[in-house]
Each structure stands twice: as structure tokens, then as C-alpha cells.
């Protein structure tokens, strides 16, 4: 699967801002997608994903109740929607995609977008 991620930028605190990940390369209907962010110095850590279908969701304890995750009716493209806006929510966002496979896991990463927020 290949990633494409877009929509980071600069944005104040208590802002928003839409990413989106477009997928292509696979028509099987089985992978999940979701985000991920490095910040400066830090590990990369999990921020949202979504099943397939999109009924699932999952939310890091930072992200929830400010993000919101969703996939398109095509399902190969994945959004996400930040709010309320934090200056520790800068960070490079990484679109990931997995799936399974006999022989284990196959996971496909984007090349990341850059958000900074300001305070």
C-alpha cells in the first residue's frame, strides 16, 4: 500500500486542522489506517486508526475527544480532524496502513506532514 498525507501546517492553539491519507496500490478490502506523530526528539507514538469499514476507531488518551478519525465512503483514504489545538500536539504525522497476511503483519507508513501549533 502506498501512503499520501496532507494538510499539516501552522495553526494556533485552540485551532484546527484537517489531515488526510490517501491510500492506493491494493484492492483488497482488508487494511487498516490510521496516524501516528513524532515530535522533536521523541519516539514515534499512536494517535488514531480505523478499521476498515470505519465503525472502529481507536484513540490515544491525547487525542480523544479533540480528534476525530474517518475514512471515506471509498474507504482508501483516511481523515483527520484535530481541534482545541495544543503547542504539544506539534509534531510530524505519519499515515500508516496494515494489514495481515499468512505470514504476519504488513504495515505501510506515509511520508509524513509537518503540524506546528503556536501558543
Known amino acids: 500500500v502506498q501512503l499520501q498525507a496532507s494538510g499539516g501546517g501552522l495553526v494556533q492553539a485552540g485551532g484546527s486542522l484537517n489531515l488526510s491519507c490517501a491510500a492506493s496500490?491494493?484492492?483488497?478490502?482488508?487494511?487498516?489506517m490510521g496516524w501516528f506523530r513524532q515530535a522533536p526528539k521523541k519516539g514515534r507514538e499512536f494517535v488514531a486508526a480505523?478499521?476498515?469499514?470505519?465503525?472502529?476507531?481507536y484513540y490515544a488518551d491525547s487525542a480523544e475527544g479533540r480528534f476525530t478519525i474517518s475514512r471515506a465512503s471509498a474507504k482508501n483514504t483516511v481523515y483527520l480532524q484535530m481541534t482545541d489545538l495544543k503547542p504539544e500536539d506539534t509534531a510530524v504525522y505519519y499515515c500508516?496502513?496494515?494489514?495481515?497476511?499468512?505470514?504476519?503483519?504488513?504495515?505501510?507508513w506515509g511520508q509524513g506532514t509537518q503540524l506546528t501549533v503556536s501558543s
Open positions: 500508516r496502513a496494515e494489514f495481515v497476511v499468512i505470514t504476519g503483519l504488513v504495515a505501510s
Open positions: 496500490g491494493r484492492t483488497s478490502k482488508d487494511y487498516a
Open positions: 480505523t478499521s476498515w469499514s470505519g465503525r472502529t476507531t
